[in-house]
C-alpha cells in the first residue's frame, strides 16, 4: 500500500470538462477512442459497453482508461431503433443523438467527466496501468461527479479551485476502489514496478519536455546512462512497449491537447509535436484514432454543446 501512497502523492490531475447530456436517440458507437481518461454516470437510463454490450446500470459509472477503444451505447443497446455507427461519423453527427440536459427534463441522461492524471507529471497513470474500461458501483464516486457538475454549472467564488478539488477526489476514488475489490491485480502488481526506477521516471520527463527534438534511441541512452543497444530491451521490459511507440502515442497526445485548446494549423502543430512532415503526421494521426485531426478539432466543438 505504501507504494500507492508514493503514486497518489506524485499525481497530478489535470480538469478538462464536464458535462451533463441528454440522450435524444439511442445509439452505440463502435470505436470509442480518447487520449483523455472518462469517467461516465448513468444518471437516468442505462448504457452498455465492450463487444457483449455490457450494462452500465442507471447509478453506475462506466471507467474508460485514456488510449482504450471500445464501444459505447448511449441508452438501451436493445431498443429497435438503436443506430450503430463509428466514431467519426459520430463526430459528424453527435447533436442528432446527444444534446446539453435541459433541468426538469424526463430524458435519460448521462453524466461525465475527462481528465489526464500523470505520475511525476509526465506518465499518464491509468494509460501506463494498462487496465480495460469497466463498471465501478461507488455512490460517493456518484456523488462527487455530480457535485462536480454543479460546481461547473454555476459561476461562484473559487469554482476552479473547487473543480480542482473535486477532481483529485474522483481520481483518488478511482484508485480506491480498484485496490479495494482487488481489480486487476496482476496488471497492477506488473505494470507499477517501473514507477520506483529513477533511469525510467527520467526517459518519461525527458520526452514530454522535448516531443519537437530528436528522440531516438541514442538519445534516450544518453539520458538514462545505458548503451543504445539495451535502452529499447530496458523501456519495454520496464513499460511492456518499445520506446517509439510511447513517443508517438505522447505526441499524438499533445497534439490532440493542442487542437482542442488552440487555433494553431494543423502544420503548426504537427511540427511542434515532432512532425516535420505534416502529411505523414495526417496519417499517423488518422491511423491512431480512427479520424482526420481536422475532425478532432470538429469533435471539440461540438462536445461544447
Do not use: W
Amino acid at each position: 500500500m505504501e507504494d500507492y501512497n508514493k503514486v497518489i502523492e506524485s499525481l497530478s490531475v489535470r480538469y478538462i470538462k464536464a458535462k451533463e447530456l441528454e440522450i435524444t436517440q439511442p445509439v452505440r458507437v463502435t470505436n470509442t477512442y480518447d487520449v483523455e481518461n472518462t469517467l461516465f454516470l448513468a444518471s437516468r437510463g442505462v448504457m452498455a459497453f465492450g463487444d457483449s454490450n455490457e450494462k452500465v446500470n442507471e447509478g453506475e459509472l462506466l471507467f474508460l482508461p485514456a488510449g482504450k477503444m471500445t464501444s459505447v451505447s448511449y441508452g438501451s443497446s436493445n431498443a429497435t431503433s438503436v443506430h450503430t455507427i463509428t466514431n467519426e461519423d459520430f463526430i459528424g453527427s453527435r447533436e442528432r443523438y446527444l444534446r446539453k440536459r435541459n433541468e426538469g427534463s424526463n430524458m435519460d441522461y448521462f453524466s461525465y467527466i475527462t481528465f489526464d492524471a500523470k505520475v511525476f507529471d509526465s506518465v499518464s497513470l491509468f494509460t501506463s496501468l494498462d487496465m480495460p474500461p469497466f463498471v465501478i458501483k461507488s455512490a460517493k464516486l456518484a456523488y462527487l461527479l455530480k457535485e462536480l457538475i454543479k460546481e461547473v454549472n454555476h459561476e461562484e467564488a473559487g469554482k476552479n479551485r473547487v473543480i480542482a478539488i473535486f477532481s483529485d477526489q474522483i481520481v483518488i476514488e478511482i484508485l480506491r476502489y480498484i485496490l479495494s475489490n482487488q481489480l486487476f491485480v496482476e496488471k497492477l502488481a506488473t505494470n507499477s514496478t517501473y514507477f520506483k526506477d529513477p533511469r525510467l521516471i527520467d526517459i518519461f520527463s525527458f520526452i514530454k519536455e522535448h516531443l519537437q527534438e530528436d528522440l531516438s534511441n541514442k538519445v534516450l541512452a544518453n539520458v538514462a546512462n545505458v548503451s543504445e543497444d539495451y535502452v529499447g530491451q530496458y523501456f519495454k521490459m520496464m513499460t511492456g512497449i518499445n520506446p517509439q511507440d510511447y513517443i508517438e502515442y505522447q505526441r499524438m497526445e499533445a497534439a490532440v491537447h493542442l487542437l482542442r485548446t488552440s487555433k494553431k494549423s494543423i502544420r503548426m502543430i504537427g511540427n511542434e509535436v515532432g512532425y516535420k512532415d505534416t502529411a505523414y503526421f495526417c496519417r499517423r494521426f488518422k491511423m491512431m484514432f480512427g479520424i482526420p485531426a481536422g475532425k478532432m478539432r470538429r469533435r471539440e466543438s461540438l462536445m461544447s454543446m
